[in-house]
């Protein structure tokens, strides 16, 4: 391969994220009760008062006799009795009940929030919609797609269009900027966005994930991060980062694909750095029609001098 010629190509649209220069519409991207009863049900004790008996005295009167007087001391009737209070303990006994308490549902992220992020103006924004989809979903892949998509775009020197509008549609949601896209058939996981549609077609079996790195030559590091069939129009959209140990010149502008049924295809477009310095990153999305995920996509280049020329042959996953 030799050295990339300047691009003259003319540039269509593959996508719902927009750019300046080049209208790009993904279809794809741009989601107690607590009865604890412890009763202590127990009367106080109950108490019989103290009863007191007091004594009685009975005294009589005795007559003179032989002139001596005689003195009779008389003895308390009854001496006195006093009768201890009974007392009664009543028993006391505790019941617990053990109650269940279930915890409220979350509530599901709000859609027009989650369209305003994907579809935003700066790669932040579009990165901040990866946190309302949950983890692992069609959704997760989906955002994480744009996102990457995004950073080719702006590696390209690309400004990011404006943002979408969003607005609440049913059960989805719909995005415009010259032209409306409509998400449907939302799904949520613990308040998260799962999957949904675009324009009627599911996201599920469109959708590609991470790839094994590859090296050769001046690149130590070549890997499919995410990937995406589009809706409007239809095509593949792979993003991929590429890591230097010296300075490279890629030849994105000839790069092919190689479908899993033989098919070899010519990209239609691509976005991202033809360049990249020593120990330097780039990330580079390249389009493709008319075949399927899980083939293997090629990238060459040449170091400076030419005296290192590569081909990257990097696999493209299909989920």
Do not use: H
């Not at 003259?8 to 607590?34: H, M, P, W």
């Not at 007091?54 to 006093?82: G, L």
């Not at 309302?132 to 996102?147: D, I, K, N």
């Not at 308040?191 to 130590?220: M, Q, T, W, Y």
């Amino acid at each position: 391969m030799g050295v990339v010629c300047e691009d003259a190509r003319t540039r269509s649209s593959y996508g719902e994220l927009e750019v300046k220069k080049r209208t790009f519409v993904i279809a794809a991207i741009v989601v107690a009760v607590s009865a604890c009863g412890g009763g202590s049900d127990g009367a106080s004790p109950t108490s019989v008062a103290d009863t007191t008996l007091q004594p009685e005295s009975v005294a009589s009167d005795v007559p003179e006799v032989s002139e001596v007087e005689a003195v009779v001391e008389t003895e308390p009737a009854a001496a006195e009795t006093t009768v201890a209070p009974a007392t009664t303990e009543a028993a006391t006994t505790t019941t617990t009940t053990t109650t269940t308490t279930t915890e409220p549902e979350p509530d599901n992220v709000d859609l027009v929030a989650f369209g305003d992020a994907l579809f935003g103006a700066d790669l932040d924004e579009i990165a901040s919609s990866i946190e309302l989809t949950a983890p692992g979903s069609a959704a997760r892949l989906y955002t994480e797609w744009q996102t990457d998509f995004g950073r080719s775009v702006l590696g390209s020197g690309l400004p990011l269009d404006d943002a979408a509008t969003t607005a609440k549609r049913g059960d989805g949601f719909i995005s415009c900027k010259d032209e409306c896209t409509t998400y449907a058939d939302v799904t949520f996981e613990d308040g998260l966005v799962s999957s949904f549609s675009v324009e009627g077609l599911a996201i599920e079996g469109r959708l590609g994930g991470a790839s094994e790195p590859v090296s050769d030559g001046p690149i130590s590091s070549a890997k499919v991060l995410s990937s995406y069939r589009t809706v409007i129009p239809e095509a593949i959209g792979v993003n991929v980062e590429i890591v230097a140990l010296e300075s490279v010149d890629l030849n994105l502008f000839g790069a092919d694909y190689v479908a899993p049924n033989g098919l070899q295809v010519s990209q239609v477009e691509y976005y991202g750095p033809d360049q990249l310095r020593s120990s330097a990153t780039g990330y580079v999305t390249i389009f493709f029609t008319d075949v399927d995920l899980g083939g293997t996509l090629y990238i060459g280049g040449n170091n400076d001098d030419f005296s290192n020329v590569f081909e990257l042959a990097i696999p493209v996953p299909e989920l």
